[in-house]
């Protein structure tokens, strides 16, 4: 049995509690891990092309105030 395997038999042992607490757990390290990508992202310049063409769009008035976009205005 691979250990993934294993995790998983293991979860399933867990109450519905321990499974809800382990399941915030999972998701907050996961949310972690995705700000700590686009942290790096930005560093290494990966993300600059996309900040370019938000920045023009910008300047150019081909955006809405997000209250338009969301219906809320």
């Known amino acids: 049995m691979n250990t993934v395997a294993k995790i998983q038999a293991e979860i399933e042992k867990l109450t519905h509690a321990e ?3 382990l399941a915030q757990w999972f998701a907050e390290m996961q949310a972690d891990a995705w700000d700590a990508q686009i942290e790096e992202d ?3 310049g990966r993300l600059d092309h ?11 008035g081909r955006t809405k105030p997000l209250d338009e976009v969301l219906d809320n205005g």
């Open 50 to 60: 996309l900040i370019a063409q938000a920045e023009a769009d910008i300047a150019s």
């Open 19 to 21: 499974q809800r607490e």
């Open 42 to 44: 930005v560093r290494a």
